[in-house]
């Protein structure tokens, strides 16, 4: 507690280039950049051979091998390859990391639609696009939402390692205490990190509630 104390309480983590806010802000862009790029390529993906049954092996095997990859060892790499001074190292990794869970998801939730439902959709003249958004996605969208969940919670918990290439983020916190064994400083961003991936939960909790119809989230 004492850390904590002496973390929170020191006037100079709440101001500066160093501080709190300006590192916050730093690790929410990292995450949402990576997000953004991952969902972006994973929910259309998702859906698209959800809707079609066209590449389900594709899902599994890119689902399985992304997330047998390490994150750090993934991070050297594109390091070695790219070089520092971009947000590249950072980003690549984080978005292999997220693509898996959106992915399997999506294709899971559109998949799994009950088939007399889409039987129905089809029999009122419905075709193509139209079922899979006016009858599939909106059934669907639970699963989508979790999937996005799952994928917001690790990118915005592992976005730490953006300070092992010297950019910024709450990482700076942890790996930059650990080096001068200043570990206020560690527990301080350790729980800044935790409370933001929690904060991320709870957003999803209520977009849910907000967006899936309420006949779905009774159904489910």
């Known amino acids: 507690m004492n850390w904590l104390a002496d973390f929170f309480g020191d006037a100079g983590h709440w101001s500066g280039p160093d501080g709190i806010p300006v590192r916050l802000l730093e690790h929410l862009e990292f995450s949402a950049a990576a997000f953004l790029i991952a969902a972006l390529i994973a929910v259309p993906l998702g859906m698209l051979i959800g809707h079609t049954g066209r590449g389900a092996l594709l899902v599994v095997v890119a689902a399985n091998a992304a997330r047998a990859l390490p994150t750090l060892g993934l991070l050297v790499l594109v390091v070695l390859l790219a070089g520092v001074g971009t947000v590249l190292p950072v980003l690549i990794p984080l978005v292999v990391l997220a693509v898996p869970p959106i992915l399997v998801n999506t294709y899971e ?64 916190f942890i790996i930059d205490g650990l080096a001068t064994k200043t570990y206020a400083d560690v527990v301080g961003g350790a729980v800044l990190v935790a409370a933001l991936a929690l904060a991320v939960q709870f957003a999803f909790v209520l977009l849910d509630r907000v967006i899936v119809s309420p006949g779905v989230r009774q159904v489910r």
Do not use: C, E, K, N
């Open 109 to 172: 939730g559109v998949r799994g639609v009950d088939a007399d439902l889409r039987d129905a959709a089809y029999g009122m003249g419905l075709r193509g696009r139209q079922v899979l958004f006016r009858t599939l996605t909106p059934v669907a969208l639970p699963l989508i939402l979790l999937g996005l969940r799952l994928a917001a919670i690790q990118v915005v918990s592992t976005a730490t390692v953006a300070a092992f290439v010297g950019l910024g983020g709450l990482g700076r």
